[in-house]
Nanobody
Framework: QVQLVASGGRLVEPGDSLTLSCVAS????????IGWFRQAPGKEREGVSC????????YYADSVKGRFTISRDNAKKTVYLQLNSLQPEDTALYYC????????????????????WGQGTQVVVSR
C-alpha cells in the first residue's frame, strides 16, 4: 500500500523556520521524484519544490526560491522541505507527492505529473 505521510507543520511567527518531512512507504522510493505542493484556502494547489530521484534536478517556485530547501534521504525514504523566513503568504496545507521516473532524472512542479499524494500538513504563519 502506497503511503506518503507529511508532518512538521504548525503555527509559527513571520521570520520563523520549519522543517517538513514526507515519509514514504509501499513503493520503490529511489525510483520516484518527489514534489512538495501547497494549497491555501480559496486558491489552487501550487507546486513549491521538487527533487528528482537522483538529486539531479531540484526546482523551486519563484515565491520560495532562496527561502526553502528540499532534500531527500533515500535510505530513510524521506524527503524534507526546510522553510526559512516564513511569511504569512506561506500559510497553506502542504502536501508531498511522488511519481515514478525511471526514464528521466528530472522532476516537475506540476500537480498533474504526480501519481501518489500524502494527506498534507498545515503551516500557519501569523503573529
Amino acid at each position: 500500500q502506497v503511503q506518503l505521510v507529511a508532518s512538521g507543520g504548525r503555527l509559527v511567527e513571520p521570520g520563523d523556520s520549519l522543517t517538513l518531512s514526507c515519509v514514504a512507504s509501499g513503493f520503490t522510493f529511489k525510483d520516484h521524484a518527489i514534489g512538495w505542493f501547497r494549497q491555501a484556502p480559496g486558491k489552487e494547489r501550487e507546486g513549491v519544490s521538487c527533487i528528482s530521484r537522483r538529486d539531479g534536478d531540484i526546482y523551486y517556485a519563484d515565491s520560495v526560491k532562496g527561502r526553502f530547501t528540499i532534500s531527500r534521504d533515500n535510505a530513510k525514504k524521506t524527503v524534507y522541505l526546510q522553510l526559512n523566513s516564513l511569511q504569512p503568504e506561506d500559510t497553506a496545507l502542504y502536501y508531498c507527492a511522488a511519481v515514478r521516473t525511471i526514464l528521466t532524472v528530472s522532476c516537475s512542479t506540476s500537480p498533474a505529473s504526480y501519481a501518489y499524494w500524502g494527506q498534507g500538513t498545515q503551516v500557519v504563519v501569523s503573529r
